[in-house]
Structure formats: structure tokens, C-alpha cells
């Protein structure tokens, strides 16, 4: 029997010289898929009969779609967004590469925000290369958070159980210091427990929250944006119900595994969150993207350009993005109809 009410799952076809397009065709390849959700991917025919037959993937298959009014419910489908076949070097970043990930991410943004389609899985870009006249930004994040009109956004890495969230983003170590505040910390934290409690279901969250510096400061030894930042903001969190603990080394943090006792742990910056996250969970990782009015996730790793001619990449992060993404949906709606 049909399920009608499965969620329409754009997808952004990524750099086309990266391993985005092969992720795409792999998580695809299983027919299971359209059981659970409409995929519809924003690229083009030449880019995906290049990879299905570099991978010999017999069972993939798609439907061209005019629009995304016009989807068939039981396939994967596309939807063309360039008609000239551009040249394929898998590895090595083009312009036309960077280009076809701008104009496939473009139309499935249109698509989201028409409200024809319900969630959006971005395969990797390349920060640099797609850059452009209507794209100035440092990432995904930034760019969507800007598209969609969101007051803020919040970074969010999950795998399972395990949720790390980033404060302070795509910028440069040099100036976490400098734009780490108390009002940013309430922001991104508030954001955190509102995307636990109604994207993942979880009625009262944990949150533990590290510190910036070494030791957590070591009482001001080593720093003071603990006692001066992190500490008040914990305190006035915990004041209004949350249960926000902290601040913690992040070293012994993770170390000693207590991540397992939390719902989500609080980074100050990307890679005192994302190295602990991707050495526990690379291969199964997916971004998160919280506090949108739309469900955006994708897989935890890049472009990859290094492995893009050798068609090795694993499927795994994309395809838990797209589940992921189907599953926050559900629980949108769900909610929704609650509350109706």
C-alpha cells in the first residue's frame, strides 16, 4: 500500500568532482529507500549515468521529473538543473564544478521554501569553490540560515546518541575568543534544547557545556572566559529549567567517555567538537543543521577530492543524513498535528 504521507527528500547533488554524486548513487541504489521516503534529486542525467556506470550500479535507477509538483512517489526522481553536460574530473575542483553545486543547492532551496518539498540532504561542497556572486558564505550553515530568514542556527553533529554541537562555527580559531559572549552562548544554547525537545523527542535534555580553554581554565589560570562567559550563562540556563551542566575540560570530557551520560554536549568551537565526533562516529555521522523553520541534515565528511576517481567513498554518513532527515520531519509533523 502506498504510503502517502512520506516525506519528499530533496537532494543537492554537491560538487560534482567530489564524492557527492557517488554517495548519491550508492544511498540510492537500495530500492528500500522509496519505502520510507520520495527522493528527489537536483542535478543532472549526465552526471548520474557517469557514476552509475563507473559503479556498475545496476540497481539504480531514476525518473526525470519537469518539477517538483510532478513527482512519482514510489521512485527516485530528478530534476535538471543545467542542460549543458558539463565535464566530469572527478578530484580535481573546476569552475563548472563549483558552479553545478551552487545552481543544483539554489533550485532545491526554491523547491523547500515553495513548499514542495519537505526536507533537504546537501551532498558535500567545496567552501571555495563555491563561491559566487549570490553565494558569500563560509558554509551550508550560513548560507541557509540567511536563505531562510532564521534568527540563528546552531551546528549540530549526531550520531545516535551521541549530539555535539558547535558555538561558534565556520571561523577562524583566532577569533573564537573574541566572538564567544554570554548572549551568543544563551542563543546557541536555547537553540540546542528546543531542537532536542521537538526534532529528537527528548522532553527534558541534558547538556553539558566544555570550555574554551585548557582545564576548562583551571580557575583562572588559563583563561577567564570561563568564570566571566560560560559559567553565567550555565547559571541563568539552569535558572529557567534546563538541565545545562558544566563547564568540563574538553579532554577528560571525552576521554573519560561522559558524553554517554548527556542527550548533547556544547563545543565552543568546530574542532574541539567535530575532532572528538568524527573519530567516534565518522563513517556514521550526519550534520544537523538546528533551529531552521526547514529540516536540512547531510553526511559529516567533504568533497573528498583525494578518493573521487577511485568510486571507494562509503554510502553510510549520506544515508544516515537522509534517515535522519526523514525522521525530524515525522516528528515535525507530528507535533503539528498535536498541537492543531
Known amino acids: 500500500m502506498e504510503n502517502r504521507n512520506k516525506p519528499k527528500i530533496g537532494i543537492s547533488i554537491g560538487d560534482t568532482n567530489?564524492?557527492?554524486?557517488?554517495?548519491v548513487v550508492k544511498t540510492l541504489s537500495d530500492q528500500r529507500i522509496v519505502n520510507f521516503c520520495t527522493p528527489v534529486i537536483y542535478g543532472s542525467a549526465n552526471v548520474l549515468n557517469k557514476v552509475r556506470k563507473a559503479l556498475s550500479a545496476d540497481h539504480f535507477h531514476y525518473q526525470l521529473a519537469e518539477s517538483a509538483r510532478e513527482l512519482a512517489p514510489r521512485k527516485v526522481n530528478l530534476i535538471s538543473c543545467w542542460e549543458e553536460d558539463i565535464v566530469i574530473e572527478p578530484g580535481k575542483p573546476s569552475p563548472a564544478s563549483g558552479k553545478a553545486s551552487l545552481d543544483?543547492?539554489?533550485?532545491?532551496?526554491?523547491?523547500?521554501?515553495?513548499?514542495?518539498?519537505?526536507?533537504?540532504?546537501?551532498?558535500?561542497?567545496?567552501?571555495?569553490?563555491?563561491?559566487?556572486?549570490?553565494?558569500?558564505?563560509?558554509?551550508?550553515?550560513?548560507?541557509?540560515?540567511?536563505?531562510?530568514?532564521?534568527?540563528?542556527?546552531l551546528?549540530?553533529?549526531?550520531?545516535?546518541?551521541?549530539?555535539?554541537?558547535?558555538?561558534?562555527?565556520?571561523?577562524?580559531?583566532?577569533?573564537?575568543?573574541?566572538?564567544?559572549?554570554?548572549?551568543?552562548l544563551i542563543r546557541k544554547i536555547t537553540i540546542l534544547i528546543e531542537s532536542l525537545k521537538h526534532d529528537f523527542g527528548i522532553l527534558k535534555p541534558r547538556v553539558a557545556v566544555l570550555g574554551l580553554n585548557p582545564h576548562a581554565g583551571e580557575n583562572g589560570l588559563l583563561g577567564n572566559e570561563e568564570a566571566d562567559i560560560i559559567q553565567p550563562a550555565i547559571k541563568h540556563l539552569k535558572e529557567r529549567g534546563n538541565l545545562v551542566f558544566g563547564p568540563f575540560p574538553a579532554d577528560g570530557f571525552f576521554g573519560m567517555r561522559q558524553f554517554k551520560q548527556v542527550d548533547a554536549v556544547v563545543s565552543m568551537y568546530h574542532d574541539q567538537g567535530l575532532i572528538p565526533f568524527k573519530t567516534l562516529a565518522f563513517e556514521s555521522g550526519v550534520n544537523f543543521t538546528a533551529g531552521l523553520p526547514v529540516v536540512r541534515t547531510s553526511p559529516d565528511h567533504g568533497t573528498a577530492y583525494d578518493i573521487a576517481d577511485k568510486y571507494i567513498a562509503d554510502e553510510t554518513s549520506f544515508r544516515e543524513a537522509l534517515f535522519l532527515a526523514c525522521d525530524v520531519i515525522k516528528k515535525r509533523t507530528t507535533e503539528q498535528m498535536l498541537a492543531d
Open 18 to 23: 567530489g564524492i557527492g554524486p557517488e554517495v
Open 155 to 184: 551546528m549540530l553533529l549526531v550520531s545516535g546518541d551521541l549530539r555535539v554541537a558547535t558555538v561558534t562555527g565556520h571561523i577562524p580559531v583566532k577569533d573564537v575568543a573574541t566572538k564567544l559572549n554570554y548572549d551568543l
Open 104 to 153: 543544483s543547492l539554489m533550485a532545491a532551496c526554491r523547491d523547500m521554501k515553495a513548499g514542495l518539498i519537505d526536507g533537504l540532504v546537501t551532498a558535500p561542497i567545496d567552501k571555495d569553490n563555491i563561491q559566487a556572486e549570490d553565494f558569500r558564505f563560509a558554509g551550508h550553515t550560513e548560507f541557509l540560515t540567511t536563505y531562510f530568514d532564521a534568527a540563528d542556527s
